[in-house]
Protein backbone atom coordinates (compact mmCIF):
# COMPACT_ATOMS: atom_id res chain seq x y z
CA UNK A 1 0.00 0.00 0.00
CA UNK A 2 1.52 3.32 -1.49
CA UNK A 3 1.96 6.24 1.10
CA UNK A 4 1.71 9.34 0.04
CA UNK A 5 3.79 10.54 -2.92
CA UNK A 6 5.35 13.95 -3.75
CA UNK A 7 7.13 14.92 -6.79
CA UNK A 8 9.80 16.02 -7.62
CA UNK A 9 11.49 15.45 -4.88
CA UNK A 10 14.19 18.76 -5.45
CA UNK A 11 13.66 21.77 -7.40
CA UNK A 12 15.70 25.21 -7.79
CA UNK A 13 13.87 27.93 -8.96
CA UNK A 14 15.11 31.59 -9.75
CA UNK A 15 13.11 34.81 -7.59
CA UNK A 16 9.93 36.01 -8.81
CA UNK A 17 9.35 32.56 -10.94
CA UNK A 18 6.33 30.10 -10.33
CA UNK A 19 6.53 26.23 -8.90
CA UNK A 20 3.71 23.58 -8.95
CA UNK A 21 4.41 20.87 -6.38
CA UNK A 22 2.45 17.58 -6.77
CA UNK A 23 1.36 15.24 -3.82
CA UNK A 24 -0.71 11.83 -4.02
CA UNK A 25 -2.30 10.85 -0.72
CA UNK A 26 -2.35 7.70 0.60
CA UNK A 27 -4.65 4.86 -0.83
CA UNK A 28 -8.23 5.61 1.14
CA UNK A 29 -7.61 9.19 2.17
CA UNK A 30 -9.39 11.92 0.36
CA UNK A 31 -8.10 14.75 2.55
CA UNK A 32 -4.64 17.25 1.79
CA UNK A 33 -2.89 18.75 3.72
CA UNK A 34 0.19 21.41 2.94
CA UNK A 35 3.03 21.97 5.07
CA UNK A 36 6.16 24.23 4.55
CA UNK A 37 8.95 23.64 6.77
CA UNK A 38 11.74 25.69 6.91
CA UNK A 39 15.23 25.33 7.82
CA UNK A 40 15.53 24.10 11.62
CA UNK A 41 11.67 25.26 12.09
CA UNK A 42 8.79 22.84 12.50
CA UNK A 43 6.41 22.34 9.57
CA UNK A 44 3.76 24.85 9.00
CA UNK A 45 0.35 24.62 7.74
CA UNK A 46 0.05 25.93 4.38
CA UNK A 47 -3.96 24.65 4.05
CA UNK A 48 -5.81 21.75 3.32
CA UNK A 49 -7.93 20.14 0.57
CA UNK A 50 -11.19 18.31 0.75
CA UNK A 51 -13.73 17.64 -2.05
CA UNK A 52 -11.80 19.83 -4.44
CA UNK A 53 -11.94 22.54 -1.73
CA UNK A 54 -9.96 24.69 0.34
CA UNK A 55 -11.09 24.12 3.76
CA UNK A 56 -8.88 26.13 5.89
CA UNK A 57 -6.01 28.10 5.56
CA UNK A 58 -2.90 29.20 7.37
CA UNK A 59 -1.37 32.33 7.57
CA UNK A 60 0.17 32.41 4.02
CA UNK A 61 0.04 34.89 1.36
CA UNK A 62 -2.55 34.72 -1.42
CA UNK A 63 0.57 33.99 -3.69
CA UNK A 64 0.08 29.84 -2.56
CA UNK A 65 -2.52 28.50 -3.74
CA UNK A 66 -3.89 24.41 -4.84
CA UNK A 67 -5.48 21.99 -6.14
CA UNK A 68 -7.74 18.99 -5.57
CA UNK A 69 -8.06 17.08 -8.26
CA UNK A 70 -11.30 14.15 -8.43
CA UNK A 71 -8.57 11.21 -7.45
CA UNK A 72 -7.70 13.31 -4.60
CA UNK A 73 -4.28 14.13 -6.02
CA UNK A 74 -3.24 17.67 -5.18
CA UNK A 75 -0.67 20.78 -6.58
CA UNK A 76 0.20 23.46 -4.62
CA UNK A 77 1.32 26.43 -6.57
CA UNK A 78 3.31 29.40 -5.77
CA UNK A 79 4.08 32.10 -7.87
CA UNK A 80 6.24 35.39 -7.60
CA UNK A 81 8.98 33.23 -5.85
CA UNK A 82 10.95 34.51 -2.99
CA UNK A 83 13.77 33.37 -1.76
CA UNK A 84 12.05 33.35 2.36
CA UNK A 85 10.24 30.47 0.13
CA UNK A 86 13.07 27.81 0.39
CA UNK A 87 11.71 24.92 2.14
CA UNK A 88 10.84 21.60 2.50
CA UNK A 89 7.12 21.23 1.17
CA UNK A 90 5.32 18.33 3.12
CA UNK A 91 1.78 16.98 2.07
CA UNK A 92 0.03 15.22 4.18
CA UNK A 93 -3.48 13.10 3.69
CA UNK A 94 -5.99 12.05 5.82
CA UNK A 95 -9.67 11.15 6.19
CA UNK A 96 -11.43 14.15 6.90
CA UNK A 97 -13.81 12.24 9.21
CA UNK A 98 -13.71 10.02 11.86
CA UNK A 99 -11.31 10.84 15.67
CA UNK A 100 -9.12 8.45 14.83
CA UNK A 101 -6.70 11.49 13.47
CA UNK A 102 -4.06 10.09 11.25
CA UNK A 103 -2.18 12.34 9.34
CA UNK A 104 0.04 10.06 6.89
CA UNK A 105 3.37 12.51 5.34
CA UNK A 106 5.02 12.07 2.47
CA UNK A 107 8.74 12.43 2.31
CA UNK A 108 8.68 16.25 1.03
CA UNK A 109 9.79 18.49 -1.74
CA UNK A 110 12.89 20.57 -1.20
CA UNK A 111 12.62 24.14 -2.85
CA UNK A 112 15.59 26.15 -3.13
CA UNK A 113 14.83 29.79 -4.91
CA UNK A 114 18.01 31.52 -5.70
CA UNK B 1 -3.22 32.04 21.14
CA UNK B 2 -1.69 28.18 20.68
CA UNK B 3 1.59 27.41 20.91
CA UNK B 4 4.05 24.31 21.34
CA UNK B 5 6.83 24.96 22.62
CA UNK B 6 10.03 22.48 22.95
CA UNK B 7 12.85 23.62 25.16
CA UNK B 8 15.70 21.49 23.98
CA UNK B 9 16.82 22.45 20.46
CA UNK B 10 19.57 19.62 20.37
CA UNK B 11 19.97 16.59 23.02
CA UNK B 12 22.84 14.13 23.28
CA UNK B 13 22.67 10.73 24.57
CA UNK B 14 24.68 7.75 24.72
CA UNK B 15 22.90 4.27 23.10
CA UNK B 16 21.08 2.35 25.73
CA UNK B 17 20.19 5.46 28.23
CA UNK B 18 17.06 6.88 28.80
CA UNK B 19 15.62 9.52 27.23
CA UNK B 20 13.01 12.02 27.80
CA UNK B 21 12.26 15.36 25.26
CA UNK B 22 9.71 18.31 26.65
CA UNK B 23 6.76 19.24 25.22
CA UNK B 24 5.07 22.46 26.34
CA UNK B 25 1.82 23.73 25.28
CA UNK B 26 0.03 26.57 25.78
CA UNK B 27 -3.14 27.06 27.66
CA UNK B 28 -6.44 26.14 25.84
CA UNK B 29 -9.64 23.82 26.19
CA UNK B 30 -8.58 19.98 26.12
CA UNK B 31 -5.46 19.39 24.07
CA UNK B 32 -4.92 16.92 21.40
CA UNK B 33 -1.40 16.45 21.15
CA UNK B 34 1.35 13.98 19.31
CA UNK B 35 4.70 13.73 18.85
CA UNK B 36 5.89 12.87 15.08
CA UNK B 37 9.73 11.77 14.13
CA UNK B 38 11.62 13.01 10.92
CA UNK B 39 14.78 11.98 9.91
CA UNK B 40 16.71 13.35 7.63
CA UNK B 41 15.69 13.60 3.66
CA UNK B 42 12.07 11.94 5.24
CA UNK B 43 8.78 12.77 6.07
CA UNK B 44 7.19 12.64 9.45
CA UNK B 45 6.37 9.52 11.03
CA UNK B 46 3.43 9.27 14.13
CA UNK B 47 4.98 8.35 17.06
CA UNK B 48 1.89 8.69 19.27
CA UNK B 49 -0.93 10.67 20.26
CA UNK B 50 -2.95 12.04 23.41
CA UNK B 51 -6.44 12.93 23.46
CA UNK B 52 -8.58 12.04 26.17
CA UNK B 53 -8.30 9.29 29.02
CA UNK B 54 -4.63 7.82 30.42
CA UNK B 55 -2.29 10.00 30.46
CA UNK B 56 0.37 7.86 29.95
CA UNK B 57 0.03 7.01 26.25
CA UNK B 58 2.61 4.22 24.57
CA UNK B 59 3.65 4.65 20.69
CA UNK B 60 5.88 3.06 18.39
CA UNK B 61 9.30 1.97 18.68
CA UNK B 62 9.13 2.01 22.27
CA UNK B 63 8.57 5.27 22.91
CA UNK B 64 5.66 7.11 25.51
CA UNK B 65 4.31 10.24 26.24
CA UNK B 66 3.06 11.61 29.75
CA UNK B 67 0.19 14.35 29.39
CA UNK B 68 0.56 16.86 32.40
CA UNK B 69 -2.15 19.45 32.67
CA UNK B 70 -0.79 20.84 35.74
CA UNK B 71 2.26 21.37 33.91
CA UNK B 72 0.89 21.82 30.33
CA UNK B 73 3.84 19.37 29.52
CA UNK B 74 3.96 16.25 27.30
CA UNK B 75 6.88 14.77 27.36
CA UNK B 76 8.44 11.91 24.88
CA UNK B 77 10.35 9.43 27.14
CA UNK B 78 11.75 5.85 25.42
CA UNK B 79 13.97 3.77 28.30
CA UNK B 80 16.73 2.56 26.35
CA UNK B 81 17.83 4.37 23.58
CA UNK B 82 19.16 2.87 20.07
CA UNK B 83 21.38 4.80 17.64
CA UNK B 84 18.72 4.37 15.11
CA UNK B 85 16.41 7.03 17.24
CA UNK B 86 18.90 9.91 16.34
CA UNK B 87 16.66 12.09 14.41
CA UNK B 88 14.36 15.18 14.86
CA UNK B 89 11.65 14.95 16.87
CA UNK B 90 8.78 17.35 16.87
CA UNK B 91 5.41 17.66 19.55
CA UNK B 92 2.20 19.09 17.66
CA UNK B 93 -1.32 20.01 18.84
CA UNK B 94 -4.29 19.85 17.57
CA UNK B 95 -7.75 22.27 18.92
CA UNK B 96 -10.18 18.96 18.33
CA UNK B 97 -9.77 15.54 16.32
CA UNK B 98 -11.79 16.54 13.71
CA UNK B 99 -9.16 19.41 12.95
CA UNK B 100 -7.00 19.59 10.20
CA UNK B 101 -4.30 21.86 10.86
CA UNK B 102 -1.19 21.11 13.36
CA UNK B 103 0.50 23.49 15.05
CA UNK B 104 4.52 22.02 15.45
CA UNK B 105 7.13 23.07 18.09
CA UNK B 106 10.40 24.03 16.62
CA UNK B 107 11.93 20.72 17.46
CA UNK B 108 14.81 18.47 19.18
CA UNK B 109 17.10 16.88 17.35
CA UNK B 110 18.70 13.82 18.92
CA UNK B 111 22.43 12.82 18.09
CA UNK B 112 22.82 9.12 19.70
CA UNK B 113 26.39 8.17 20.81
CA UNK B 114 27.99 4.72 20.82
Known amino acids: DAGVTQSPTHLIKTRGQQVTLRCSPK?????VSWYQQALGQGPQFIFQ???????QRGNFPDRFSGHQFPNYSSELNVNALLLGDSALYLCASSLLTGTNYGYTFGSGTRLTVV | AQSVTQPDIHITVSEGASLELRCNYSYGATPYLFWYVQSPGQGLQLLLK??????LVQGIKGFEAEFKRSQSSFNLRKPSVHWSDAAEYFC????????????FGTGTRLTVIP
Open chain 1, 49 to 55: YYEEEER
Open chain 1, 27 to 31: SGHDT
Open chain 2, 50 to 55: YFSGDT
Open chain 2, 92 to 103: ARARWTGANNLF
